[in-house]
Every structure is written in C-alpha cells, then in structure tokens.
C-alpha cells in the first residue's frame, strides 16, 4: 500500500518518462528550426556567400552603405541572441535526460505542461516568475535585453 503511495509521490515531483519524451520532441522541433534561423541570420551579416555587385558599385553610396551595416549589426545580435535560446534548448534536453526537466528552479514544483509546450526551455513556473518581475533588483542585469 506504501509502494502505490510514493509512487504517486514521485508522479507529482517530477515528470513521466512518456511526457519526458513528448517534451522532448517539441524540443528537438524547435532546435533544428533554431539552428536554420541561425544558418539565414549568419549568412546575412557576413559576406562570404555574396555573389553580386557590392564589389562593383560606387564608394559614394553613404547613406546606402551605413544602412547595410547598420543591418549586419542588427542580425549579429539576432544571431547572438538565437545562440542564447540554442544554448537554453540543449540545456533542457539535458534536464530531461536528467529527469529534472520542468521542475521549477525557485518554487522545485511542477512546471504546468501548457506553459512547457509553449516555452520549452523555461525553468522557472509562473508563480516564481511573477515574483522576479516584481524585484526587478534581484535580478542579474542581462546587458543583450536592454
């Protein structure tokens, strides 16, 4: 009788191996679309794979020339930030081969699965979020978010 008790104990502290591995798939999902929009943001701030004019046309194109830049600036932090949310994703494939996947690093309740579904990489439930955003000074300052 104590058996089925903790099993049910269990159940509720983390997930099952069959929800794990549903996780798991909508992980895997959104990683390889990750690494293609990476792919695109990579080949459009750098000039290796170009085979048009820009060799070819006039220098005195100011205005033209400081927007491509402005432009290459702008996709290296999009690409900066998508090697961020890369990085996130692995980490909770690593958390689910863990078996610690979508346990809440604050509250250590369960993540609920609609929230997992939709931010797969979160490690923080609602409930703990709300509380971070409320002492924003508590928080480490993130320079690429502001």
């Given at each position: 009788?104590?058996k089925?008790?903790?099993?049910?104990?269990?159940?509720?502290?983390?997930?099952?191996?069959?929800?794990?591995?549903?996780?798991?798939q909508?992980?895997?999902?959104?990683?390889?679309?990750?690494?293609?929009?990476?792919?695109?943001?990579?080949?459009?701030?750098t000039?290796?794979?170009?085979?048009?004019?820009?060799?070819?046309?006039?220098?005195?194109?100011?205005?033209e020339?400081?927007?491509?830049?402005?432009?290459?600036?702008?996709?290296?932090?999009?690409?900066?930030?998508?090697?961020?949310?890369?990085?996130?994703?692995?980490?909770?494939?690593?958390?689910?081969?863990?078996?610690?996947?979508?346990?809440?690093?604050?509250?250590?309740?369960?993540?609920?699965?609609?929230?997992?579904?939709?931010?797969?990489?979160?490690?923080?439930?609602?409930?703990?979020?709300?509380?971070?955003?409320?002492a924003?000074?508590?928080?480490?300052?993130?320079?690429?978010l502001?």
């Open positions: 009788m104590k089925a008790t903790g099993t049910t104990q269990q159940e509720k502290n983390r997930y099952s191996d069959e929800e794990l591995e549903e996780f798991k909508i992980i895997l999902k959104k990683l390889d679309k990750a690494h293609n929009d990476l792919k695109l943001l990579t080949e459009s701030y000039t290796g794979n170009e085979h048009d004019t820009n060799d070819t046309s006039p220098t005195f194109k100011v205005l020339e400081g927007y491509q830049v402005f432009s290459k600036e702008e996709n290296s932090k999009f690409a900066a930030r998508q090697e961020k949310f890369i990085k996130s994703l692995e980490n909770a494939l690593i958390r689910i081969e863990n078996k610690t996947y979508g346990i809440c690093r604050v509250t250590g309740k369960l993540i609920p699965k609609d929230r997992l579904r939709i931010v797969p990489h979160a490690t923080l439930s609602i409930e703990a979020k709300r509380v971070q955003m409320a924003p000074a508590a928080r480490p300052v993130d320079p690429d502001e």
